[in-house]
């Protein structure tokens, strides 16, 4: 299959993966896609393990990474804050608030010594400020990698400058067309049109409606549909409304190689098509996840409200980890407050089972192919 998507980056599939799992990155760069590392909780230390352990899977096949980078967050009037300056942000009611909430479910203190975020959560250790986003950049570009991935508004000037001096593109994820002509005009790439459908942060506007409009808005680039996209079918329709690829995250997440806590896997697995809610729980932005107690608790008229990020994912990061912690532990209600990022194809035959990266990328690509001669036949003389 040839795009101007998988022309960019040198792939065989137009299927790009978004996951902060290594393992599922590796993997869909070696069935011919291009593996998508979120590196936002990622240390710098972190990052250049992984990226060397990525290299040493894909052996000079391309990979991505993606960090956030918006415009607003707190103290981005001075260009960031310090981990100590932020936290003392953070308003005593909301911790009190917080700490409440999980004696009502019974979450148990995390023993000593335990780490708040690890490279599947990481909600407490997001890094979104200039200050702290730095040195990822340094250990990224002294990578190999072959797409680098801005969120959260357009790429800024020296994301770009230093990416294109690298000789490395730049995707920028758009929620609506007005992000995208935004994303065009900084220089980006490559944009990803992200219906309401996905899983974490995302828009309202459903990805049938968005993807036509941004490809005629910020033509030539190249557009990747994302949103609800998890099989063949989707990724073919993707395609039908112009784009030259597909960015999935959502259907890793239930894959044999994904890091997802257990617990919220087997949730995963069970869920229907109607269990996400955008919430802003987590990190402070809309964000899609799974409905539990959890964003119920932050939405009731008795929750303290929201902070902004990178406030919000601070506070919860250290509750997040004792939830994960012992969710799915008999004899504790842990597990329904436990909850992750994930669009509304959780509970679609994409997600239902736990199946190897490889295989749920050659399903998509021979159902893509079943329903491209499907179409070809409604036309045929």
């Not at 969710?327 to 679609?348: E, H, K, M, R």
């Not at 021979?366 to 036949?377: D, G, H, K, M, Y």
Request: glycine residues 12%.
């Amino acid at each position: 299959m040839r795009t101007a998507a998988t022309e960019l980056v040198g792939i065989d599939v137009p299927i790009f993966a978004f996951s902060h799992c290594r393992d599922v990155v590796a993997a869909v760069t070696n069935a011919g896609g291009l593996g998508v590392l979120g590196a936002v909780a990622h240390t710098p230390e972190q990052l250049d393990i992984d990226l060397a352990w990525i290299e040493g899977e894909v052996k000079g096949r391309p990979y991505g990474v993606d960090l956030l980078v918006p415009e607003k967050f707190a103290g981005s009037e001075s260009g960031g804050l310090d981990r100590e300056a932020l936290g003392e942000l953070l308003p005593a009611g909301h911790r009190q608030w917080l700490d409440g909430l999980l004696d009502r479910y019974g979450i148990p203190p995390l023993p000593t010594g335990t780490p708040t975020a690890g490279r599947s959560s990481g909600v407490g250790g997001m890094r979104v400020d200039p200050k702290s986003m730095a040195p990822l950049l340094d250990v990224l570009f002294a990578h190999e990698t072959k797409l680098v991935a801005s969120a959260l508004g357009p790429p800024p000037p020296h994301f770009i400058e230093r990416a294109h001096g690298a000789g490395i593109p730049v995707a920028a994820l758009a929620g609506s067309v007005e992000h995208a002509v935004r994303h065009k005009a900084a220089g980006a790439d490559l944009v990803v049109a992200q219906g309401t459908e996905a899983g974490g942060h995302t828009g309202q506007i459903a990805t049938m409606v968005l993807v036509p409009e941004v490809v005629d808005a910020v033509g030539p680039l190249p557009v990747l549909a994302a949103g609800g996209i998890g099989r063949g079918r989707q990724l073919a329709a993707g395609m039908a409304l112009g784009a030259d690829g597909v960015w999935c995250g959502s259907v890793w997440l239930t894959t044999e190689e994904a890091e997802t806590n257990p617990a919220v896997k087997e949730k995963f697995l069970r869920a229907g098509l109607g269990d996400t809610v955008r919430s802003r729980s987590m990190t402070g932005k809309p964000a899609r996840m799974l409905r539990s107690p959890w964003t119920e608790e932050w939405e009731s008229a008795e929750g303290p409200g929201t902070l902004p990020m990178p406030l919000q994912p601070m506070l919860v990061g250290e509750a997040q980890a004792r939830i994960n912690r012992v969710a799915g532990t008999p004899g504790t209600p842990a597990n329904d407050l436990a909850t992750y990022f994930v669009g509304q194809i959780v509970g679609s035959a994409s997600m239902s089972s736990v199946r190897p990266t490889r295989r749920v990328v050659l399903e998509m690509v021979e159902e893509f192919v079943e329903a491209v001669e499907r179409l070809n036949r409604f036309v045929e003389s």
